[in-house]
């Protein structure tokens, strides 16, 4: 039996893609994990995820991930639609993983209403979908796709930073980096396909720019 798991990274992150990654692997790739010691990717720091990162990979009977970019993301956000975004996308990770049973780490508080979001348009009807809250945490399989799905985003972020040629920080509104790069660059053309303007602190500079002119 394979054993799936389907996790996001940068949900609520201001600057850079949404990412969804999904892995399958067997009963040895389990035990593996296990005593690689693999976790929530939240409670790992950046060094360890990339050194657990190959070992996933090698471990791994199939790997999907896909990147939303910040103006899908501001479409549906825009629409309030975000967790349907999600599971449209679960449903095409489910679609491409070898697995008998997926595991998704749900962000709908109606599990039952996640759930039908992504098996209403899957195509492969023999899979089975389980969908809990905190699976990133209790399941060590949706530990493994949540650093996968990390670590993608961690290195599209640096991508980004050789881009601009500019430290922009994690991309999260909290970190004072980001903060402090919307604000002296969010008008720059380079960035705005980066940059999620649907998101409250993105609109709020948006703002305070806009009085300072008046001013």
């Known amino acids: 039996m394979l054993l799936g798991g389907i996790d996001e990274a ?3 992150s201001v600057l850079g893609p949404l990412v969804i990654a999904g892995i399958s692997v067997d009963k040895e790739g389990i035990d593996f994990l296990t005593r690689e010691g693999i ?8 060094p360890k995820r990339e050194l657990l990162y190959p070992k ?9 991930v896909c990147r939303i970019h910040p103006k899908t993301i501001d479409l549906y956000v825009n629409q309030k639609k975000l967790n349907l975004l999600e599971s449209k996308f679960m449903t095409i990770i489910s679609d491409n993983l070898k697995a008998d049973k997926i595991i998704i780490d749900a962000c709908d508080v109606n599990l039952d209403r996640f759930k039908h979001n992504v098996i209403e348009n899957l195509t492969n009807t023999s899979v ?3 969908c809990f809250h905190k699976a990133d945490t209790d399941n060590v399989v949706v530990s493994a796709a949540s650093i996968i799905a990390k670590v993608t985003r961690d290195r599209q972020i640096l991508r980004i930073e050789k881009k601009l040629n500019e430290r922009i920080g994690s991309g999260y509104p909290s970190d004072p980096l980001t903060k402090l790069f919307l604000k002296n660059n969010i008008k720059n053309s380079l960035i705005k396909e980066h940059i999620r303007f649907s998101w409250n602190p993105v609109k709020c500079i948006l703002t305070e720019i806009a009085q300072t002119k008046i001013l």
Do not use: E, N, P, T
């Not at 996933?56 to 999907?64: D, P, R, V």
């Open 128 to 130: 089975k979908i389980y």
């Open 39 to 46: 976790c929530d990717s939240k409670k790992i720091a950046s």
């Open 56 to 64: 996933i990979i090698s471990c791994s009977k199939s790997i999907y």
């Open 10 to 12: 940068g949900r609520g």
